[in-house]
């Protein structure tokens, strides 16, 4: 007698299980795209072309309704109070509030590192800033200093040009007192 395979039980968990992984969407890919679509819901496009979609979804619904209640046509797309078009707008906004906090969350970190960055090239200024007057007191320094050695190097040599003029004066003096006599 052939023996039959074993048949798994139901009441005891399988060894294996196959797990399904889903492909994981790129981070970046994905918050750029929010970020546009969040522009997007913030345009007055948006608001036009969303404005003209209701009209229209509520016109052709009152045409729909008056069809039906006067030639006993089709009963309506979407009757009041228009439901699906409530579904629509949840929706809607069920998608639109995370992907603008998506991109509320993309654009404040792109501002942390704007902001971080900016602050240290701020303290880069300064630093430059304080060593650039350092050295302009340094320069004024030595400037101070320089000045102070030409004047006392101007006051000896006046002295000495008086000294000159002096010892110029007594040859002169002596020289004529000895050619005279």
Not at 133 to 139: G, P, R, V
Request: with cysteine; aromatic share 10%; charged share 30%.
């Amino acid at each position: 007698m052939a023996r039959e395979p074993r048949r798994p039980r139901l009441d005891q968990p399988r060894d294996r299980r196959r797990v399904v992984r889903l492909p994981r969407p790129d981070s970046e890919t994905f918050g750029r795209w929010s970020e546009d679509i969040a522009r997007f819901f913030g345009t007055a496009r948006y608001i036009f072309i969303q404005t003209v979609i209701v009209a229209i979804w509520i016109a052709f619904n009152g045409y729909m309704t008056y069809q039906w209640h006067n030639n006993g046509g089709n009963k309506p797309f979407d009757p009041y109070p228009f439901i699906l078009l409530n579904l629509a707008f949840s929706t809607q906004a069920a998608y639109a509030a995370p992907l603008i906090l998506l991109a509320q969350t993309r654009q404040a970190e792109r501002d942390k590192v704007l902001a971080e960055a900016d602050a240290e090239h701020r303290e880069a200024l300064a630093h430059e800033g304080f060593e650039r007057q350092e050295s302009a007191a340094k320069q004024n320094e030595a400037l101070h200093r320089l000045l102070e050695q030409n004047t006392d190097l101007t006051q000896a040599t006046k002295k000495l040009a008086e000294r000159i003029d002096t010892l110029t004066a007594e040859v002169h003096e002596h020289v004529c007192k000895n050619g005279d006599g």
